[in-house]
């Protein structure tokens, strides 16, 4: 399974931190980054692995800790992967036919992206 990069969950979380649901942001001068990884389910847990990894608040993630997730948050988790997963197939397929209409909207993703991410992605 291909690696999630931190673009990909910035994007499916729609800049928002997992736990709380306020606005993740940064600043693009000196790259002030307002946001963490967190494993999902604890390292402690056993569970390592790629998609095991969220975005959240750095104080969001301090007070969640070693805790195991509730069953709502494992729902939403479940939900963010499959969202991820049926994303990268409608652009693998998009790619294949390279509609027109389609690659214009790609590239304008793309300029987004590059004007609005951080450059380390």
């Known amino acids: 399974m291909k690696k ?3 673009m990909e969950l910035y994007l499916m979380q729609k800049g928002r931190c997992f736990y709380c649901y ?5 600043e693009k001068g000196d790259l002030r980054v307002s946001f963490t990884k967190d494993h999902f389910y604890p390292k402690a847990s056993g569970i390592v692995k790629n998609r095991n990894i969220v975005l959240c608040h750095a104080q969001c993630n301090q007070e969640k800790g070693h805790r195991a997730p509730t069953e709502s948050e494992e729902i939403r988790f479940a939900e963010l992967y499959h969202k991820l997963d049926r994303w990268r197939k409608e652009l693998k397929y998009v790619r294949k036919r390279k509609s027109k209409k389609v690659i214009e909207a790609l590239k304008a993703d793309k300029k987004w992206m590059k004007d609005n991410l951080p450059s380390c992605w």
């Open 4 to 6: 999630v990069t931190l």
């Open 22 to 26: 306020k606005p993740m942001s940064y």
